[in-house]
């Protein structure tokens, strides 16, 4: 049976709470701020637990990407090796020929890798920066490659950095040998280079279009491009990109 006096004493208590609460407004919104500073204090080992676990997943994930990158970098340097190998046997053949004919070893510009760490976009004057200078032995005039295509000359040198300008450059100027003549030529912050004169003549340049311009080096040639007109003035055309993570500065032995 139910309790008449309970109920009654509950009626009496809702009803003042609902008074008081009515009459006192600010005092309705104590329930709550006390609610949702309790569900605040309950969320808080839950929000830990849940980014905690989030970061290692996270971790576990590009640990495991970074197996699949690890195993595909040996990959590429087995294939790497296999035709270091194969270019081995290769060159040791023609060192071989060459001895032969010329009772000798080939001689081999000797070079050493760069990185391009400044201005790789070329936006500042068409030069960059590299990461060695003058403890590698690099030294200004060098010329910088990619491959056996010239990208530019070693133009100032530090500690360790240097400034390259490139063949794109208006400050880039050089002598090269084209059908055993050799001409004076500049850049002109374009693709091409133009000619200035050739060298000892003062006659007009007359050469035959795709002619490649080359500079020797310790008996290799160096490419940096072939003859084109434009306006029909003679011209060298370099290559439009290159290749700026292949990088090798000849040095002075």
Do not use: W
């Amino acid at each position: 049976m139910i309790n008449n006096k309970k109920v009654f004493l509950i009626y009496i208590i809702c009803f003042f709470l609902f008074f008081t609460f009515y009459i006192f407004p600010n005092y309705s919104n104590l329930p709550r701020l006390l609610a949702f500073q309790f569900k605040n204090v309950i969320e808080k080992p839950f929000f830990y637990i849940g980014t905690k676990s989030y970061k290692y997943f996270k971790i576990l994930k590009t640990n495991q990407d970074l197996f699949f990158e690890l195993d595909y970098l040996k990959k590429e340097n087995e294939y790497l090796r296999n035709i270091n190998n194969y270019l081995k046997v290769i060159n040791s053949k023609y060192t071989d020929q060459y001895k032969i004919f010329h009772n000798k070893s080939p001689s081999i510009p000797s070079s050493i890798g760069v990185s391009v760490i400044g201005d790789r976009n070329l936006f500042y004057n068409k030069d960059f920066i590299i990461n060695k200078g003058l403890k590698s032995g690099i030294q200004i005039s060098n010329y910088v490659i990619d491959g056996i295509d010239i990208v530019g000359r070693v133009k100032s040198v530090y500690k360790n950095t240097s400034l390259v300008v490139t063949v794109k450059s208006i400050d880039y100027g050089d002598e090269v040998l084209i059908d055993n003549e050799y001409y004076i030529i500049t850049g002109t912050n374009n693709n091409y280079l133009s000619f200035l004169r050739q060298r000892n003549s003062i006659k007009d340049i007359k050469l035959d279009v795709g002619k490649k311009a080359i500079i020797e080096k310790d008996h290799v040639n160096l490419v940096l491009g072939r003859v084109s007109y434009i306006d029909d003035q003679p011209v060298i055309y370099t290559k439009k990109n290159f290749n700026l993570d292949n990088l090798r500065v000849i040095i002075d032995d």
